[in-house]
Nanobody, 119 residues
């Protein structure tokens, strides 16, 4: 199974920024689309953003459009999620996952990283 490791979470004040990283281990990330998902306590997991294997196609949930940016550096085998203008409702555990395409089943998941937006 593919191994993914998220990092970059933490505590930030409203309006602040964080950059999450999703690093691949044991496989070549460039062959996969990577999605970011999040789950807040008591809520179902929701999709946040996805980037195609080539990096040419991206999509975002309405709740984060204009604030979050997904990117990838295939040379570093890493995908990033830049999160700006963070809001308390962005608080969640953030996961990255791999799939053949953004509209396919994500079957390899990381362990997650906690993001808390609070003053």
């Amino acid at each position: 199974q593919l191994q993914l490791v998220e990092s970059g979470g933490g505590l930030v004040q409203p309006g602040g920024s964080l950059r999450l990283s999703c690093a691949a281990s044991g496989f070549t990330l460039r062959n996969y689309a990577i999605g970011w998902f999040r789950q807040a306590p008591g809520n179902e997991r929701e999709g946040v953003s996805c980037i195609s294997s080539s990096g040419l196609s991206t999509n975002y949930a309405d709740a984060v459009k204009g604030r979050f940016t997904i990117s990838r550096d295939n040379a570093k085998n890493t995908v990033y999620l830049q999160m700006n203008s963070l809001k308390p409702e962005d608080t969640a555990v953030y996961y990255c996952a791999a799939a053949i395409g953004c509209r396919r089943v994500f079957d390899s998941w990381g362990q997650g990283t906690q993001v808390t937006v609070s003053s």
